[in-house]
């Protein structure tokens, strides 16, 4: 299994600011994702990041608000932009291998609070 | 769209006993279904998972179900501990191809389990 690792781990941001969170996987991972769950809620998929290319986004999430990069097999990055209190929430990177039947790991996640 | 229903949202039950959780997809294209296990404060984890072309998968405690034609599947937990105590999601993948095998999340079902 991959070991994934997120930095930071929980943050406190004002709002109107920018925090980038970053992904890191101790191997090479063709599909690499980023969900969002809100407190007491299910997981809801922003985007999966593609390797040296623009990230395809989910449905009510735009490149404006949560840039994604993934210069490399092993990394990724998600910021979330401008943010307000309506973005608090855990934000987690996941991989899969390239079968749809593969084990998709998740992160430990990043908590993020906006005040 | 994939979408995926899942029920109940939260499960009592007195250790001992089984559990039962039930999930639907919407594509009878998706291929791929796992459960996953959130423990408070920490990522989810898989705990079982099963292809489209099979009807049911055991390992230990845990069993799952699936029905193609009526695209429901059910996650099955006999002899429930208090340590089974947690979240639970179901999610779907369509096939890889022009997909991306991005899972799609039910709501989540709350199981406690009484001593």
């Known amino acids: 299994s991959a070991v994934i690792s997120q930095k930071p781990s929980r943050d406190i941001c004002q709002r109107g600011t920018s925090l980038t969170i970053q992904c890191q996987v101790d191997?090479?991972?063709?599909?690499m994702f980023w969900y969002r769950q809100q407190p007491g809620q299910s997981l809801t998929l922003i985007a999966t990041?593609?390797?040296?290319?623009?990230?395809?986004?989910e449905s009510g999430f735009v490149i404006d608000k949560f840039p994604i990069s993934r210069p490399n097999l092993t990394f990724s990055t998600l910021t979330v932009s401008n943010m307000s209190p309506e973005d608090s929430s855990i934000y987690l990177c996941?991989?899969?291998?390239?079968?749809?039947?593969?084990?998709?790991?998740f992160g430990p996640g990043t908590r993020l609070t906006v005040l | 769209g994939e979408n995926v229903e899942q029920h109940p949202s939260t499960l009592s039950v007195q250790e001992g006993d089984s559990a039962v959780i039930k999930c639907t997809y919407s594509?009878?294209?998706?291929?791929?279904f796992p459960w996953y296990k959130q423990e408070l404060g920490k990522r989810p984890q898989l705990i079982i998972d099963?292809?489209?072309?099979?009807g049911e998968k055991k390992d230990q405690r845990i069993a799952v179900t699936l029905n193609k034609t009526a695209k429901h599947f059910s996650l099955h937990i006999t002899e429930t501990q208090p340590e089974d105590s947690a979240v639970y999601f179901c999610?779907?993948?369509?096939?890889?191809?022009?997909?991306?095998?991005?899972?799609?999340f039910g709501q989540g079902t709350t199981l406690q389990v009484k001593p």
């Open positions: 594509d009878s294209a998706s291929n791929y």
């Open positions: 191997s090479q991972v063709t599909m």
């Open positions: 996941s991989v899969k291998g390239q079968r749809s039947t593969d084990t998709q790991y």
């Open positions: 990041a593609n390797q040296g290319s623009e990230a395809t986004y």
């Open positions: 999610a779907a993948s369509l096939p890889i191809s022009g997909n991306t095998g991005k899972l799609i």
């Open positions: 099963i292809r489209s072309n099979v």
